[in-house]
Structures are given as C-alpha cells and as structure tokens.
C-alpha cells in the first residue's frame, strides 16, 4: 500500500532523532546494492559508476549490464520494496521491512541467483567504522516506512534543485548522484586543474580510490541526513584543494556557516524546508559557496552558464 505524506508542493519536516535507526540501516542495504553495481560497471572516473539515483519512487542503481543482458535494482520507499527486474523479462521483489542487514543481505543474493545473476562483493561497508560484514550485522535492522518516506520526499525536492543548479555549468560536473559510502546526495564541479595527491582519511577506504576521486580540483555540494557527531539533516559544500580564505567568505542565506574542524560550508535542511522559498534557499547557497570556491581557488569564471531565457523555451545553453 502507498504511503502518501505530503503534497508534492511540500518540503518535508525531518527530525534526526527519528530518522538515524532507519537510516543506518538503510544506508547499510544501499552499499550492497551499490556494490553490486559496482562489480558489475565497468570503472567511470571519481568512482561514478558506483553512485545510486533518485527516482519516482526511491533509488535506483540504473541500468546495469550482465552476461543476460541487463537488470537494475529500485529501492522503493513508496510500496517499500527492493525490485530486481531484468531485460529478459525475469524479476524478483523484497520487501522493505525492519530486517536485519544479515537477513536483508542473504535474501537479496538469493533472489539475484534466481534470476541467474552473480555477484561477488566485497562484504563489508565502507566509509563506517566498525565495518561489520554484511552476512554478520544483527545489529541494524530498523525500518520505519513513514520516516523512510519523509526522507524519500525530501531527495525528490532536493535533486531537482540540485540538477538545476548542475544545469548553470559548463565545465565538467558530475551527475547528481548518491553515494553509498557516506549516504549524501551530491554534485561536483571540477575546475579542469590537476589537484595536489589527496591524503585520504575515510575510515575503511582504499586511499587509492580517494586519490582518483580527488585527482582534479573540485567544488562540491550535497545533502546529508546527519550523524552522532552532527545530529541534523544538513546541506554541506566544500572544495578540494581548500584555499586558506575559502572559508572567510560571505554565502548565503544568512543561516550557512562555515565549521573550520570540517573545513565546509553548512546550512541545515530545516532552514531551507521553513522558508518561505526552499528552492530558491537552496539555490542561494549552492551558488554563493560555489563562488566562494571559485574566487579563491580562482576558477574560470566563464564556466557558469546564465541559462536565464533558456528554461521555459527548451533552447539549449
């Protein structure tokens, strides 16, 4: 049955204190399904052919190509279901429910078998510590559907944004994709300089994949649903190399703040869900922390595209 929430026009509320169960858990079944699309992708650049997207109905790893043909994963936060469909017609489905990693991680390998899919995996998370192996994590096993839901919603909202303010460059910029690793929705614009080697640092990650994700300088934004240590649904953008006055700059709206221990700008998703216009909030923050990126690192400034015009008529920048 479907879970209706909201109105489309509506920013949801979100309140960590009731999300961080479901979304530790969810986070843990999103890198096993993005695992599989990674083993089975060829290699893209900055690791863009492990991200999921955001679709009608949740997230999806897109198509993904096999010995068969091809099949994709849907995590479906609408009916809460794991589909698996395939292009010779075979298709299998999990419920979401609360369920144990383990037990979520043994059901989906089984119904990829039936579909005559294989898949090795490296079988632990990464970017987590403790990084318990999937087949042996009873552990995180709450799902609710209603906070699952809230937080589908508001992926939705922000994707849109994000890909209209992907839409203002012309340089390279990556796709609006979620990684699994941290769970943030992102966007990232590289300037077309070669960067200084990243030092790497995440916990349970191969300094070398960090190091290839970070070979050109970039400016980069996302959405993050919060932490222990940060325990607030959150929008964040930082740049890499990090200029000494990159962090003195004035962004907006009036609530972004800078965390020197982070190194990032931050506004919390809460401001922009209450104003008065939450796209436009948003909108304002990309832009101002990404022209803060660009003065200091000093980007081309011919790489933002003035698309005003250009969105009601259809003509390409």
């Keep these: ?93 999990i419920a979401l429910r609360p369920r144990s990693v383990a037990d979520f991680y043994k059901d989906l390998f089984e119904k990829l078998g039936v579909m005559g899919i294989e898949a090795r995996i490296y079988p632990k998370p990464n970017e987590l510590d403790p990084a ?22 508001a992926l939705m909202r922000i ?3 994000f890909l209209r303010f992907r839409a203002e460059y012309t340089g390279k910029c990556s796709p609006v994709h979620l990684f699994w690793g941290a769970f943030d929705l992102a966007v990232t614009r590289f300037s077309g300089r070669e960067a200084p080697l990243h ?42 190399p990090t200029p000494a006055d990159f962090g003195n700059q004035v962004v907006e709206p009036n609530e972004a703040f800078y965390s020197n221990e982070m190194g990032e700008y931050f506004l919390l998703y809460e401001v922009v869900q209450r104003s008065a216009d939450p796209e436009g909030t948003l909108l304002k ?21 003035d698309l005003t015009g250009f969105e009601t008529t259809g003509v390409a920048c």
Excluded at 218 to 234: C, I, K, L, T
């Design 199 to 240: 030092p790497g640092g995440a916990p349970n990650m191969p300094i070398r994949v960090m190091q290839e994700a970070y070979s050109h300088e970039v400016s980069s934004a996302g959405f993050w649903g919060g932490g222990e240590a940060f325990p607030h649904p959150a929008f964040y953008s930082y740049c890499y």
């Design 1 to 93: 049955m479907a879970t209706q929430i909201s109105t489309p026009s509506q920013w949801p509320e979100l309140a960590f204190e009731y999300l961080k169960d479901t979304l530790e858990t969810v986070q843990l079944w999103a890198q096993i399904v993005g695992k599989i699309r990674l083993v089975k992708t060829p290699w893209i650049n900055h690791s863009w052919h492990v991200t999921l997207y955001v679709y009608p109905r949740g997230l999806t790893t897109g198509n993904i190509p096999y010995e068969g043909g091809s099949f994709q994963i849907d995590m479906d936060f609408v009916d809460h279901q794991l589909l698996i469909t395939a292009s010779d017609g075979k298709s299998q489905s």
């Design 159 to 161: 994707n849109a944004v």
């Design 285 to 305: 923050f990309l832009r101002s922390t990404y022209k803060a990126a660009a003065k200091t690192g000093k980007w081309d400034d011919k790489l933002c595209c």
């Design 132 to 153: 318990i192996p999937f087949a042996e994590d009873e552990q995180h096993k709450t799902y609710d559907a209603v906070q699952m839901n809230l937080y589908w919603q």
